[in-house]
Structure formats: C-alpha cells, structure tokens
C-alpha cells in the first residue's frame, strides 16, 4: 500500500504562482512513475505532468513551459512548481504514483486562481 499526500493548493491571482508537494509513504517501488492531474467542474480528470524514476519528464501542451515537476527521490516527494498562472488552471490537483501492483491517488488539493 502507498499513501499520498498532496500540499500546498490555495488562492492565487492570475500570473501568480503555487508550488504543490506530495509526499509518499508506505511500500514505495523505487521505479515507478509520478505526476500530477487536474480535473476542473465540469472536465474530466486529465494528466498534466509526470515523471519517472530516471527523472524523465512529460506535460500537457496547456502547462507545458509554466509548469515544473520534480522529484526528491530520498524523500519520496514529487513536486509541482506552477507559474503564470491562468484562470483556467482553476482545478483540483491530485497527485498519482504508479506501481507494479497499480496505481495510487492522493485525495487532492484545491488550486484556484483568480482573474
């Protein structure tokens, strides 16, 4: 079993920026891939960035050059760094880890960015 746990969702104005952290705990395969998704009222969730254990990196074409992930391998964190913010980023962030035996979610954190 894996737990996540997503932080650092808030209110910020557009051209703002957040940085979320998500910290995993429990049987953690030290090959596995994380990354983020994002799902906005009414929008199906969708992924927006990743990354695997070798630090290989992808992202969404909507926050691809805004956004950055990252990740600290010795504390089993990934991090989202989010910059020039848009109204449209306005979602729940949830944070993914994906294992051998499947994949495990974080319940979320609430990022809203007003214009």
């Known amino acids: 079993q894996v737990q996540l746990v997503e932080s650092g969702g808030g209110l910020v104005q557009a051209g703002g920026s957040l940085r979320l952290s998500c910290a995993a705990s429990?049987?953690?395969?030290?090959?596995?891939?994380m990354g983020w998704y994002r799902q906005a009222p009414g929008n199906e969730r969708e992924l927006i960035a990743a990354?695997?254990?070798?630090?290989?990196?992808t992202y969404a074409d909507s926050v691809k050059g805004r956004f950055t992930i990252s990740r600290d391998g010795t504390k089993n964190t990934v991090y989202l760094q989010m910059n020039s913010l848009k109204s449209e980023d306005t979602a729940v962030y949830y944070c993914?880890?994906?294992?051998?035996?499947?994949?495990?979610w974080g319940k979320g954190t609430l990022v809203t960015v007003s214009s």
């Open positions: 993914y880890c994906n294992q051998p035996e499947g994949d495990y």
């Open positions: 429990g049987s953690i395969f030290s090959g596995n891939a």
């Open positions: 990354i695997t254990s070798g630090f290989r990196t």
